[in-house]
C-alpha cells in the first residue's frame, strides 16, 4: 500500500545536538511538508518542496533545516538552534496545488531535555 | 492572509448524541478550498473532505455532514450519532488559490466520546 512513512515515532535527543527526522514516501508525489504541532497550536508549517531539489522556509522555519534530493525523501533536521524542539513533526505529501489534499505520516514526537 | 478559526477547543459528548464543529474561515480570495481532517489517537492525520468555494451544497457521508456557508465564512462538521471511534482532533484548514504554501490549519478541537 502507498503511504508515508516516518521513523522514527520517538525520539530522545539532548539539548544541543542535532537530530534528523526521516520522511519516506511511495505515493509519487511531487509535494511534500513538514510541520510541528504543539498542544493547543495546530499545525504550523516548517518547509515545504514542490519538486526534487527546491524548498522553501514556512512560518517557522528558524532553527531547522531540509534536503529534497529524491522525489520520495525530504528529511528533516532540527538543529541546537531551535530554541523549543520538543514537539510532535508530521511529514506531508501531496500532488502539487493549492486543492489537493494532504495524505500524513504516523509522525515522530521529539523530546529534547 | 488566511485564518482559520476553531473557537471549540474541546468538547465531550455521551455515545449517540449529534455534534457540531464550528469552523470560521478568513481570506481574501475568491478561490480556495476547505478541508476537514481528522486525527485519531494514533497521530496521523487523516482526510475527510474538500469543498471549493464555488459549491455550497451541503454534503453528507455516513454519520458525517458539512455545511459550507459562505455568508458567515463557516464550514461547520456535524457528526450524528456519535460513537466512540469518533473521538479525535479534528482540524479546519483553507488552501488558496496560488499559494504553493498548501494550508492554513485552525488550531483543532479535540472531541471526546463517552461510552
Known amino acids: 500500500d502507498g503511504g508515508i512513512t516516518q521513523s522514527p515515532k520517538y525520539l530522545f535527543r539532548k539539548e544541543g545536538q542535532n537530530v534528523t527526522l526521516s520522511c519516506e514516501q511511495n505515493?509519487?508525489?511531487?509535494?511534500m511538508y513538514w510541520y510541528r504541532q504543539d498542544p493547543g497550536q495546530g499545525l504550523r508549517l516548517i518547509y515545504y518542496?514542490?519538486?526534487?531539489?527546491?524548498?522553501q522556509k514556512g512560518d517557522i522555519a528558524e532553527g531547522y533545516s531540509v534536503s529534497r534530493e529524491k522525489k520520495e525523501s525530504f528529511p528533516l533536521t532540527v538543529t541546537s538552534a531551535q530554541k523549543n524542539p520538543t514537539a510532535f513533526y508530521l511529514c506531508?505529501?501531496?500532488?502539487?496545488?493549492?486543492?489537493?489534499?494532504?495524505?500524513f505520516g504516523n509522525g515522530t514526537r521529539l523530546t529534547v531535555t | 492572509a488566511q485564518k482559520v478559526t476553531q473557537a471549540q477547543t474541546e468538547i465531550s459528548v455521551v455515545e449517540k448524541e449529534d455534534v457540531t464543529l464550528d469552523c470560521v474561515y478568513e481570506?481574501?480570495?475568491?478561490?480556495?478550498?476547505l478541508f476537514w481532517y481528522k486525527q485519531p489517537p494514533s497521530g496521523e492525520l487523516v482526510f475527510l473532505i474538500r469543498?471549493?468555494?464555488?459549491?455550497?451544497q451541503n454534503e453528507i457521508s455516513g454519520r458525517y455532514s458539512w455545511n459550507f456557508q459562505k455568508s458567515t465564512s463557516s464550514f461547520n462538521f456535524t457528526i450524528t450519532a456519535s460513537q466512540v471511534v469518533d473521538s479525535a482532533v479534528y482540524f479546519c484548514?483553507?488552501?488558496?488559490?496560488?499559494?504553493?504554501?498548501?494550508?492554513?490549519f485552525g488550531s483543532g478541537t479535540q472531541l471526546t466520546v463517552l461510552p
Open positions: 469543498r471549493n468555494s464555488f459549491d455550497e
Open positions: 481570506t481574501r480570495d475568491t478561490t480556495y478550498y
Open positions: 484548514a483553507l488552501g488558496v488559490s496560488g499559494s504553493a504554501r498548501q494550508l492554513t
Open positions: 506531508a505529501s501531496s500532488t502539487t496545488g493549492y486543492a489537493s489534499p494532504l495524505h
Open positions: 518542496s514542490q519538486i526534487v531539489n527546491d524548498f
Open positions: 505515493l509519487n508525489h511531487d509535494a
